[in-house]
């Protein structure tokens, strides 16, 4: 303050020794500021040494999200980077206590020795993981990750690892779908090849105010347009890809309806019925599928009463089971869950893939491809598959 006549006015000077435009009084980075350095946030002078426009509790300076406090750009570009699954070239890169990098494996993988169980990570960057034994090394278990679609979109896997099934180390009964390399080309398939499907296909619009994926047989009536496929809801709700070749035993599932998906087999009716409920829908009785099979016109096919081969899949001439066991003899049809049968050429179709076996209602694939079940205390599924249309009646009369 300073006197000025008979009055004491406060004085206006701010003391700022380091120019930066920031009184000494409330300076957190008193004889800091280089003048010659721009904040990150574009500003010609302020507290470089705390600024933190975001929040994130990172100086300007040293952040590469300045204005996210998520820092979801911080995100590394190499999953796992550093853990179990990631790329090293040595042990040294591998960060956990006690991992190895597998230099044998393609671009090397970080591991870590395990008799049944291996450690998780809450780092969103790094994917979960599973005990295996060891493809090189009877008797020794060692930790690869599960396959992830949200860190390796589309095959769930890094490039060169591929996503397939396989048995905890020293708890055979538990399975889980995990990326390891291949010594040759993955082009022969085997009792654990539950390949992952549908990855990214989602519901269009229902029609005529249906649901996501129905159109309407009647007035109060819809039935999905496609072949349902269905996703696994896991414990905090999430929808993660599920492998349409393999049972889903106690998981909880959820049937989709979309265009070019690979439809469920290896299904039975609680599960199916369980898994329309998760969609908030239910099976169709007989008398509404038979309806939408056969049309107003109550057509023997859902095209006409005059059978066209080729229109529907419903006619391959070898039994799959029989074509991969290279067998006829009655021991395999026992088989007839091996994930491979559905997976064989010219076998199961995608859905919407046959555009002319398509009922008046707008549904596809009613007859042929897969069986479908329908709500009957009896346990019955309709339509026929990729194999009969006939033996069990006509089309959509099939059962």
Same mark, same amino acid.
């Given at each position: ?39 990150? %946030? ?7 040494? %705390? %600024? ?44 956990? %206590? ?88 993955? =082009? ?23 649901? =996501?994926?129905?159109?309407?047989? =009647? ?40 265009? =070019? ?139």
């Amino acid at each position: 303050y300073k006197r000025e006549g008979n009055e004491c006015v406060e004085e206006n000077t701010i003391i700022d020794t380091d120019n930066d435009s920031v009184s000494d009084l409330t300076d957190n980075c008193l004889d800091l500021y280089n003048p010659l350095q721009e904040n990150i %946030d574009g500003d010609s002078f302020g507290d470089v040494c %705390d %600024d933190d426009i975001d929040g994130d509790n990172i100086i300007n300076e040293d952040d590469d999200c300045p204005n996210d406090n998520l820092n979801t750009c911080n995100i590394s570009t190499n999953p796992n980077d550093g853990w179990i699954g990631g790329e090293c070239l040595s042990n040294s890169e591998c960060e956990y %206590d006690g991992s190895f990098c597998l230099t044998d494996y393609p671009s090397g993988m970080c591991s870590l020795n395990c008799s049944r169980y291996c450690p998780d990570s809450t780092d969103t960057n790094n994917s979960l993981t599973f005990c295996i034994e060891n493809p090189e090394m009877v008797n020794e278990g060692i930790c690869v990750i599960k396959c992830d679609y949200n860190l390796y979109p589309g095959t769930g896997c890094r490039d060169n690892y591929y996503c397939v099934s396989k048995e905890r180390y020293n708890e055979a009964a538990v399975t889980k779908d995990v990326c390891i390399p291949f010594e040759e080309e993955p =082009n022969i398939c085997t009792e654990n090849d539950f390949t992952i499907e549908n990855v990214l296909i989602e519901e269009e619009e229902g029609l005529d105010g249906c649901p =996501n994926g129905m159109t309407p047989i =009647n007035s109060t009536v819809c039935i999905d347009i496609y072949e349902a496929f269905v996703v696994e809801i896991d414990q905090y709700g999430n929808e993660l890809p599920f492998s349409p070749y393999k049972n889903p035993g106690i998981l909880t599932i959820k049937a989709k309806s979309a265009k =070019n998906a690979v439809p469920q087999g290896y299904i039975n009716e609680i599960q199916a019925k369980n898994a329309c409920l998760q969609a908030g829908k239910r099976l169709c009785l007989r008398t509404e599928w038979e309806f939408a099979c056969k049309s107003s016109n109550n057509y023997t096919y859902p095209y006409g009463n005059t059978r066209q081969p080729g229109v529907c899949n419903d006619a391959r001439s070898v039994h799959p089971v029989i074509e991969y066991f290279e067998s006829s003899e009655d021991w395999i049809w026992s088989e007839l869950g091996h994930p491979c049968i559905n997976q064989l050429d010219n076998s199961l179709d995608k859905t919407g893939e046959n555009q002319d076996c398509i009922s008046e209602c707008g549904a596809f694939d009613l007859m042929g491809n897969l069986h479908e079940w329908i709500d009957d205390d009896a346990g019955t599924f309709k339509g026929g598959y990729y194999v009969d249309t006939v033996i069990n009646g006509n089309g959509c009369n099939n059962n």
